[in-house]
């Protein structure tokens, strides 16, 4: 068969997304990491992550048919939702079915992204070695293309958690979201952006993927970086073309029945559908990581970590919304980000099971517990963004301040006098 | 191939269903649905010995087809996890419209294959793969034609001679097969039902315990193609089993000059000879950032003691589903023993151990 077939995406390349997260190490120093002493001692953080580490090795243990079951179900209500949809959008001459096609459809994009693309791209489901729900090959109903948002989410994101300088997700780069975050002047429109931002929310995504800031900044390579670019490119083209070209155009079936308009109706639809899933997913992954009371921390005083410590920054640097089991599966379990980050690659349907354990340790512990309902969440992650949009009065706050400057030359002759001594050393022995 | 098939798997449909394919939109409706994916219904399973049993297989469309000699990646789903090994195809190419069968020797630590043996139940949807594998009869088979298999190396070789047998194969044919005894041996009534055929010669040889008045003992040895008549060279020669057998066949035609007509296919999982000089150095999995000790496994072993998850298929240097780009060191093929050192080579994880310091793109 002559026919030109897209090569697979190559497996394991984003990163090994089925273990849990190595802990951030300083190869110069064995400084032990300061996060959760305020909340208990070496010993404590250490038996706290032997406890994790139990109740995620619990969860792996019991991962059977009925997991397996469960996300098939997902997949099936999935694809009956878009094809329903489809169906409906094609009808714009008999407006309750096209509006409900466009629900359905805006609900089957929904479906593939949070609880099957973003849980199935974690590594979650790899166990079943089922090529369908495999991290390597799936590729989600979105711009973004599925290898680079993998290794911006499930490596750097996932480990590097609320570590300001390492996390990209602080902000993506555009808000000021926390405090400790330098403000520049373009931060006095963060509300704006962000309500911009929400109804193109899976540019974004594809975007950040980019990596374009990483790139000028010298950190990651050329090559790297037109690699991410040609892979944007494509998604882009194949996304474009199959929601606001090539089903539209099939509508033009419509025009001797209907009118001209339907393929412009059809057009419209899609657009509408994927906003709202824009609209969906930017809100529960806002509310997140960004309400007022979500910590970050200084990747000094993560260095050198213990896996309690990465822990309890999981748990301290996330926030669940609470509310009923429909409401959990359209969010894809992320209403249960703390239970997410501490377990990412545990298949979602258990994180409210293992939220009990979670919950009894943050007791034992004395520990802090982010949860609230949506409308609490929106409301903090509002209230974040127009707060802290405001110029601080802390010129060490203000990110093109002389303070803030002379304080980060201060920090770039630290490192460059530290690795001028490194390349000292070797000499010195020999 | 039907023409709604290739509707369905061609490019505007792809860019309709983007990013998924049609097969995942019909995979809904029924398993068996699909463009692409090969499924197939087993019809029955038969016992062939205490542990080896057929599989008739019923396949969907998708299926294109095998030609004798060919195996299948076969995939059962057990507590939700999917366990996919190779198997030979037995079946001819002639047989009953629309079935084929594999046939499996249960292997004491295969999962699938003693699922197969015990427990696979009939109208069970199995997942395959297309048949795939070189281990083929050519177009057009010459008159002089020598099988030789071992245990259950048998299995592709039965396919190879049951479709020369339905298709009405005139040159002479000789199968040369070695069992422990009668009892371990496969198609045992089949191969009695071949050798009445003029143009066959079915030679069985017992190693454990050798048919009475036996003509032939003990192992593969050149006497025994001497008795049989047969010139290696000019005999296009097939040989399927175990790797001790597949050593001295190989030996014999390279002495006698007739290694140009020898067709081999490994059929066992390769022992791994732990050479304690070679488990030395670091195996560096390059794209998952890990290290390793070389701990003288296969690197497929030690890539899964690292925690990782290499694709594989048949684990024994067959199906070519596990090959990666080794990026640089030497590594060992455990059958063969032979080493190469080439940089940016790709290699089958599942059968080449690391000499030294290895990196691989993993």
Not at chain 1, 89 to 108: S, Y
Not at chain 1, 293 to 300: D, G, L
Not at chain 2, 78 to 89: L, M, Q, Y
Request: hydrophobic content about 40%; glycine content about 6%.
């Amino acid at each position: 068969m002559a026919k030109t077939k897209n090569a697979p995406i190559k497996p394991h390349s984003a990163s090994n997304h089925n273990a849990a997260p190595l802990s951030l190490v300083n190869t110069h120093s064995d400084k032990k990491a300061t996060i959760g002493l305020e909340y208990m001692t070496y010993e404590q953080l250490e038996e706290f992550g032997e406890e994790l580490n139990a109740v995620r090795q619990r969860v792996l243990d019991d991962l059977g048919q009925k997991d397996a079951d469960y996300i098939r179900r997902v997949i099936k209500v999935q694809k009956a939702s878009e094809v329903l949809g489809r169906i409906g959008i094609f009808m714009p001459f008999f407006p309750p079915a096209f509006i409900a096609g466009i629900l359905f459809l805006g609900l089957a994009k929904i479906l593939d992204n949070m609880e099957i693309g973003h849980n199935v791209m974690h590594g979650q489901y790899d166990w079943m070695n089922d090529p369908m729900v495999d991290a390597s090959r799936y590729e989600w109903d979105n711009i973004a293309p599925s290898k680079d948002w993998k290794h911006g989410h499930n490596y750097i994101h996932h480990t590097y958690t609320n570590i300001h300088g390492m996390d990209r997700d602080i902000g993506y780069n555009m808000f000021r979201i926390d405090e400790d975050q330098p403000w520049y002047a373009s931060h006095r429109f963060n509300l704006p952006l962000a309500f911009i931002l929400m109804l193109v929310f899976e540019w974004g995504i594809m975007y950040h993927g980019v990596e374009l800031d990483q790139y000028l900044q010298g950190k990651i390579t050329k090559e790297d970086f037109q690699g991410r670019k040609k892979r944007a490119l494509k998604k882009i083209r194949k996304q474009v073309f199959k929601d606001y070209v090539a089903w539209p155009l099939l509508g033009l079936a419509l025009v001797p029945f209907v009118g001209w308009w339907a393929p412009v109706a059809i057009l419209v639809a899609n657009i509408v559908a994927n906003v709202i899933r824009n609209v969906w997913s930017f809100i529960i992954i806002f509310c997140g990581h960004f309400p007022a009371e979500v910590q970050t921390f200084a990747e000094e005083d993560a260095q050198n970590e213990t896996r309690g410590q990465w822990y309890l920054r999981q748990l301290l640097g996330s926030a669940n919304i609470s509310g009923h089991k429909p409401f959990h599966v359209l969010t894809g379990n992320l209403s249960y980000q703390v239970e997410h980050h501490l377990f990412p690659d545990i298949p979602a349907r258990r994180y409210p099971e293992v939220a009990e354990d979670v919950k009894l340790l943050v007791e034992k512990y004395g520990l802090q517990y982010n949860t609230g309902r949506l409308s609490k969440q929106v409301a903090s992650v509002i209230r974040q963004l127009a707060k802290l949009g405001h110029k601080p009065d802390d010129p060490y706050k203000i990110g093109n301040s002389p303070e803030s400057k002379a304080l980060r030359r201060a920090k770039r002759e630290a490192a460059a006098a530290r690795r001028e001594e490194e390349a000292r050393a070797p000499q010195l022995t020999s | 191939m039907g023409i709604i098939r290739k509707a369905l798997s061609s490019r505007p449909v792809a860019s309709l269903t983007s990013p998924h394919t049609i097969d995942h939109y019909l995979d809904q409706i029924h398993p068996m649905l699909a463009a692409e994916n090969v499924r197939a219904r087993v019809v029955e399973v038969v016992q062939e010995t205490g542990d080896a049993s057929t599989v008739i297989l019923r396949p969907n469309g998708a299926w294109k087809g095998f030609t004798p000699g060919q195996h299948v990646q076969f995939g059962v789903e057990v507590d939700g996890t999917r366990r996919v090994r190779c198997f030979s195809v037995s079946s001819s190419r002639a047989a009953k419209k629309g079935t084929f069968s594999v046939s499996v020797k249960a292997h004491p630590d295969g999962y699938v294959s003693q699922f197969l043996h015990h427990e696979l139940k009939p109208r069970t949807i199995v997942y395959l793969s297309q048949a795939e594998g070189e281990f083929v009869l050519p177009r057009d088979v010459p008159d002089n034609l020598l099988l030789i298999s071992g245990g259950s190396g048998i299995t592709p070789v039965m396919s190879m001679i049951r479709t020369l047998r339905d298709t009405g194969h005139q040159g002479r044919v000789t199968f040369l097969h070695y069992a422990r005894s009668r009892d371990d041996e496969m198609f045992t009534a089949d191969l009695d039902a071949l050798a009445e055929a003029a143009n066959v010669t079915v030679m069985r040889v017992y190693t454990r315990r050798p048919a009475p008045g036996a003509e032939l003992k003990g192992r593969f040895h050149v006497d025994h193609l001497k008795h049989l008549g047969i010139d290696p060279t000019d005999t296009l020669t097939y040989v399927c089993g175990p790797a001790g057998l597949i050593a001295t066949v190989r030996d014999t035609y390279t002495e006698l000059g007739a290694a140009d007509q020898l067709r081999l296919e490994y059929f066992k999982v390769p022992s791994v000879d732990l050479d304690a000089a070679d488990a030395t150095g670091t195996l560096t999995f390059d794209d998952a950032r890990i290290e390793a000790d070389n701990s003288g496994a296969t690197i497929l072993e030690q890539a899964e003691a690292a925690g990782l998850k290499p694709e594989f298929g048949c684990r024994m240097g067959v199906c070519n589903t596990c090959v990666v780009k080794k990026n640089h060191g030497a590594v060992r093929h455990v059958i063969s023993n032979e080493i190469s050192a080439n940089t940016d080579e790709t290699i089958k994880i599942c059968v080449h151990v690391p000499v030294g310091d290895v990196n691989v793109a993993l």
